[in-house]
């Protein structure tokens, strides 16, 4: 079993259309989080939700929206893409007092 | 905000060498992390490092927590080719909201040709 899992693996779209990514984690953890890495391989927080809750949200354009139906679940859409949303998105997770994160594999974002 | 050095940028490794990367924050972390990202593969933790001073072994990796709490190398020893990837060096501060890691920019680790 993947401990965090996103969907879909790849994602091409064209400018102005609105997508979704999904993410899922069993590890029971409480907090899960939304990283964006440019073509730098720059890792940079978006999102962060506890147990549902939204807590961290660091400057991200209004075009995108998490989600989080269940603490196991944290999705994210974006509206009206932009070229410069072609990025990879992680999704990860932690205990809520634990140490470091557990990243999915990354959705790989291409507006055209 | 906080920001992370990470250097080398990048660098190339000969099967047998041993290699050292460091990160140097502007401000104190609680905790430093190091993950290696292999391609198409989200980050995976190698080691993590809870106090100053700590000096903690994976194998062939060897971390330290720098004393000040700004910095924190990882050395790899006798290195192989399946080292090869990019290396991210994070902090964490156990008060911020979220458990909130800051990332350095990475290390690349190439083989030598």
């Known amino acids: 079993d993947t401990a965090v899992s996103q969907t879909p693996k790849y994602l091409v779209t064209q400018m102005g259309n609105d997508k979704s990514i999904k993410c899922e984690q069993n590890l029971g953890h409480d907090t899960m989080y939304w990283y964006k890495q440019d073509s730098k391989k720059f890792l940079k927080i978006m999102f962060s939700y506890n147990n549902k809750e939204l807590i961290i949200n660091e400057t991200v354009p209004n075009r995108f929206s998490p989600k989080s139906p269940d603490k196991a679940h944290l999705n994210l859409h974006i509206n009206s893409l932009e070229l410069g949303d072609s990025a990879v998105y992680f999704c990860?997770?932690?205990?809520?007092?634990?140490?470091?994160?557990?990243f999915g594999s990354g959705t790989r974002l291409t507006v055209v | 905000g906080q920001q992370l050095n990470q250097s080398p940028q990048s660098m190339f490794i000969q099967e047998g060498e041993d290699v050292s990367m460091n990160c140097t924050s502007s401000?104190?972390?609680?905790?430093w992390l190091w993950y290696k990202q292999e391609p198409g593969e989200g980050p995976v933790l190698l080691i993590a490092?809870?106090?100053?001073?700590e000096l903690t072994s994976n194998g062939r990796l060897t971390a330290q927590f720098g004393i000040t709490r700004k910095d924190s190398f990882l050395n790899i020893s006798a290195s192989i080719p399946s080292d090869v990837g990019i290396y991210f060096c994070a902090g964490q501060l156990f008060k911020a909201a979220g458990n909130k890691l800051t990332f350095g920019g990475g290390t690349r680790v190439l083989v030598k040709p």
């Open positions: 490092l809870y106090k100053a001073g």
């Open positions: 401000s104190i972390f609680n905790t």
């Open positions: 990860a997770s932690s205990p809520r007092q634990g140490l470091g994160y557990t």
